[in-house]
């Protein structure tokens, strides 16, 4: 099953490659991770995510947690939580597309971030299922470029399974 | 006052009760041996080789419990002190490794000797650091030896860039904070309850203990534990020594040599309590068949060893000790059970399979035996040396045949199986412990990766023996191609009955050297070499044929052993296991 574990760890170098060889050296699999610094400069969370049985899963965070660099883990997916991710899309339609592709932009919420005389690119933040969708429903008018920012994830507030 | 890089380094090591290090000079870290030139505090251990300076320190940290410390410089330097850190690593020992490095304006620019090392030993260290600036290299070298030997001891290696040891900054030893890294030593007590009375309901239980008991100094409660209960120990690799082998309730080691009585008790066991043992492939042979019948409470200080290989009943997390304090007086005060009734009829099993299939080899007076020679050894040192082993048969057969009563007289690379490890590793003890008798069980091919280590011991008036168990072959390798590749013995004969000359290299360096060649020259020979204040080495010739046993083959269930019996009789067993 697949799950989405959030990490709190120090904002030091080298802290990304001990995660990243961790699931290299043991043969996990990392689908997506993502980066970023807290509101303390001194610690970074990183959301990752994985798949695995619950033994490896187990597994899984029990390894993350024994790094020395690692503060917290979460498995977000035992929590009831929000799963966001960012993808931007660069469409290159034919010119009877052209309304079309705007029209998806407008249903799905995204926004045009960029045009030129041949392409638009959209951006759309949303959940696995919705960027999926609008990836299947663009792929006709001609995807050019395809960039995503991985998941990133947070609990909701005081709700436990 | 304004110190150093270099004189912190040596300042904080002092702190930190440092006395021996062992290592190599090099470019980068001429600084520091500068400094340790006329150092009183410290004295340096140079070895020949970098590996033999880490296996050292992990000799010294195994036989004594306290860290032991390296110092390289950097590039090859550095580079070779990764087998000696993977051995530490998979067997948790502290060993710290200094490395020198390229001036930090430099790192990235493929300069003389370097190597990336903290990106080299990240997997095989329980943690790293490349000190950037010298205000941080006090509190690194503090973190270092906590980091080292807390929780799951094991090793640490810190870069050292050559500016860092010479630039300046004010000395201050500061308090330790690791928000990030805090073991779990309590255990859960309602889980150690629960423990408790399971124990109480089994009734054919089995301790199996590891190297955790050994490095959280376990042992007393570890016998409190079986005696009281009258529950019999096996031990591990690692744990041997941990629960006195001369025991009446112990099944010497399990797994793929263990012996017989010992896998078939686990086997048929209704419960087995796993103390600081991490459920290794050559412990459990086939995972889906081991302990079948068994509930299985685990102690573990690291929580990523429980659940890794084995289902679970009762997991408990924590120090080993500090478990088994716990778990013996819950047993004392709310169980109290009729112990000896209790177990009567199981014990008794473990008698008859300890009468039908004991450890045994078959004597010669033509031609010595390997096991005669430990057998020797543990007879004329009355099991008060410290034993050292190198990798491969001389492994096996020592850790069957020499009884070991007390903890951390036995060094041996169990995780990792490092030929090599265990010459320098007797000479870091014998630094350690000068007036023990130090002994490395060696084999023609493991004393030769790392045979320039006898110049350390001469120079260092070293009274290690190794005593080598010489087949001319690298023995398991011969072992495993004669029972699993049709004899074919492809590139495993090594010809040292012609060379080298064993006694002649051991003379060449200054050491003494001695052959036995006929099972009646064994005794003279050691007793003569116990008797000399100085490095020897002795060349038993042994019967090249002998094999192991008894021997399970590698992924098979651990009751399906092999013994030394006629060919016809072990090839349709080897049938039916393939």
């Known amino acids: 099953m697949r799950h989405t574990i959030s990490l709190l760890v120090e904002n030091k170098f080298g802290v990304l490659s001990r995660i990243s060889g961790l699931f290299s050296g043991r043969g996990y699999n990392i689908e997506s991770l993502s980066v970023g610094e807290t509101i303390d400069p001194q610690i970074s969370i990183m959301t990752i995510v994985t798949s695995g049985d619950d033994q490896i899963i187990e597994q899984i965070t029990k390894q993350l947690n024994k790094l020395i660099d690692v503060i917290k883990v979460i498995d977000m997916t035992e929590l009831d939580h929000v799963e966001r991710e960012m993808v931007l899309i660069k469409v290159a339609p034919r010119h009877e597309d052209k309304a ?62 | ?278 459920f290794d492939d050559r412990v459990t042979g086939k995972i889906d068949a081991f302990a079948p019948h068994a509930k299985i409470i685990h102690i573990d200080i690291d929580p990523t060893s429980i659940r890794k290989n084995v289902r679970v009943d009762i997991p408990i997390v924590g120090d080993v000790r500090r478990v088994l304090l716990v778990l013996n007086k819950i047993l004392k005060e709310e169980v109290k059970e009729q112990w000896s009734e209790v177990r009567k009829a199981w014990l008794k099993q473990i008698d008859e399979w300890k009468r039908e299939r004991p450890l045994t080899y078959t004597y010669s007076d033509e031609v010595i035996k390997p096991q005669f020679v430990v057998e020797k050894i543990y007879e004329l040192t009355k099991g008060d040396a410290i034993i050292a082993t190198e990798v491969g048969q001389n492994q096996m057969w020592t850790a069957q045949f020499y009884k070991f009563d007390k903890p951390r007289m036995w060094l ?91 006694v002649k290299v051991a003379e060449a360096y200054g050491a003494v050297g001695f052959r036995a060649i006929k099972p009646s020259e064994v005794e003279p020979v050691l007793k003569e070499a116990f008797k000399i204040k100085k490095t020897v080495f002795m060349d038993f010739i042994i019967d090249w044929k002998e094999k192991v046993y008894p021997m399970v083959p590698a992924g098979a269930p ?5 013994f030394e019996e006629p060919k016809e009789k072990a090839e349709k067993k080897l049938k039916a296991v393939k």
């Open chain 2, 412 to 502: 041996t690379s169990g995780g990792l199986g490092t030929m090599g490890y265990g010459f320098p590793a007797a000479i870091g003890a014998q630094i350690a412990h000068p007036n023990k008798l130090v002994i490395d069980i060696a084999g023609d091919g493991s004393i030769q990766m790392n045979i320039q280590e006898l110049a350390t011991a001469i120079v260092h008036k070293l009274p290690v023996k190794v005593a080598i168990l010489n087949n001319h072959y690298l023995g398991m390798v011969r072992q495993w191609q004669e029972l699993f590749f049709n004899e074919r013995y492809s590139y495993s004969e090594l010809y040292s009955h012609v060379v080298p000359d064993f």
């Open chain 2, 1 to 278: 006052m304004k110190m150093t890089g270099a004189e912190i380094f040596l300042e904080s090591l002092k702190k930190e009760g440092v006395k021996y290090i062992f290592g190599y000079p090099g470019g980068v870290v001429l600084g520091i041996f500068d400094l340790l030139y006329d150092n009183k505090d410290i004295q340096l251990i140079l070895t020949r080789h970098e590996q033999g300076a880490v296996h050292a320190a992990d000799g010294y940290a195994r036989s004594t419990g306290k860290p032991g410390v390296a110092l390289v410089t950097s590039g090859p330097g550095a580079t070779n002190t990764v087998t000696g850190l993977a051995t530490a690593y998979m067997d948790s020992i502290p060993v710290i490794v200094f490395s020198g490095q390229v001036p930090t304006a430099l790192i990235g620019n493929d300069a003389f000797q370097e190597a990336d090392i903290v990106g080299i030993s990240r997997p095989c260290t329980k943690y790293n650091y490349l000190v950037k600036d010298v205000k941080e290299l006090s509190l690194i070298i503090k973190q270092t030896f906590y980091i080292a030997t807390s929780g799951r001891p094991g090793p640490v290696l810190v870069d050292l860039p050559k500016d860092v040891t010479v630039s300046k900054t004010e000395f201050t030893w500061p308090e330790l904070n690791i928000r990030s890294y805090k073991p779990t030593y309590e255990g859960n007590k309602w889980m150690i309850s629960q423990a408790a009375h399971l124990i109480a309901k089994s009734k054919k239980p089995v301790i199996l203990a590891g190297g955790g008991v050994v490095l959280s100094g376990a042992s007393k409660e570890l016998k409190e534990l079986a005696e009281y209960t009258e529950i019999p120990v096996t031990m591990t690799l690692m744990g041997l020594g941990s629960f006195p082998g001369t025991h009446s309730l112990s099944l010497g080691m399990p797994g793929m040599h263990g012996t017989y009585y010992a896998n078939k008790a686990i086997q048929e066991s209704d419960m087995l309590i796993g103390i600081g043992v991490r």
């Open chain 2, 558 to 562: 651990i009751d399906q052993m092999l």
């Open chain 1, 100 to 161: 079309e592709v705007l029209r998806l932009a407008e249903i799905f919420r995204g926004r045009i971030v960029d045009s030129s005389q041949k392409t638009y690119t959209i951006e759309i933040t949303g959940d696995e299922k919705k960027i999926e969708a609008i990836v299947e429903l663009l792929k006709p008018m001609g995807i050019k470029e395809f960039v995503r920012t991985g998941k990133i994830a947070i609990a909701r507030e005081g709700v436990k399974k």
